[in-house]
């Protein structure tokens, strides 16, 4: 589905450079690595083996921009309050993990061309 070596040629200036695969470098040292947690709304229509194979193209995405994979946490098939693209339930999971500040806005734009995601939500974590 997913081809990783297109997110390596998009980057490979930024590889030249030193930098990671995130579409961004940071000027003047490292780019920071920070906390992200990301829930997604996988469709309902899949099954259980189509959900895990989902779960892990995602997580091979995550590290595929430079990030680390924390934890992953699968809350399982929860009816929406609204109807969501003509759906009225679908299969929750949260991933926290580590990543530099501009890996995430890749992450953001495959998971909004996947046709299995449903809705999608990703938040930097406070560091306490």
Do not use: H
């Amino acid at each position: 589905m997913f081809d990783f070596d297109l997110v390596r040629w998009y980057n490979k200036p930024a590889l030249a450079l030193g930098g990671s695969l995130g579409p961004f470098v940071q000027r003047g040292g490292e780019a920071a690595v920070r906390e992200y947690e990301l829930m997604v709304i996988y469709s309902p229509q899949l099954d259980e083996e189509a959900l895990t194979a989902q779960i892990e193209r995602t997580k091979e995405l995550i590290v595929g921009v430079g990030g680390e994979v924390e934890k992953v946490d699968q809350w399982g098939k929860r009816r929406f309050a609204y109807e969501i693209k003509k759906n009225t339930e679908g299969f929750y999971v949260v991933i926290d993990f580590k990543a530099e500040s501009g890996a995430t806005s890749e992450v953001e734009r495959i998971l909004k061309i996947t046709d299995e995601v449903v809705r999608y939500l990703l938040v930097r974590r406070d560091v306490e």
